[in-house]
């Protein structure tokens, strides 16, 4: 099994970055239904006005090898357009559980 961990920082007002952030969140949560290999992912959109990034994603998913089937998948990769004009930063950490 591998997690998948990825945390974004969005562009734009307060206001545009929780929206997106919503919107993405909505897309990504409906991925399982979508994308065979995805086992499970958990999205969460910061509370914390102090702190600078705006979103979370766990993902877990078989292999290391399904990592990039999700990452290529159309229903993924229409979820990420939603960012467009609006992602600013993204880090990204694989690992094996």
Request: glycine share 4%.
């Amino acid at each position: 099994m591998v997690k998948h961990i990825v945390t974004f920082q969005l562009t734009g007002t307060a206001e545009e970055r929780l929206e997106v952030a919503r919107r993405f969140k909505a897309a990504l949560e409906a991925l399982p239904q979508q994308i065979q290999v995805l086992e499970s992912i958990e999205v969460g959109i910061n509370s914390n006005p102090a702190e600078d990034w705006d979103l979370v994603l766990t993902a877990v998913v078989p292999t290391m090898a399904d990592v990039e089937t999700y990452a290529k998948h159309p229903a993924h990769v229409a979820a990420a357009a939603l960012l467009a004009g609006h992602k600013g930063q993204r880090a990204c950490v694989d690992y094996q559980l």
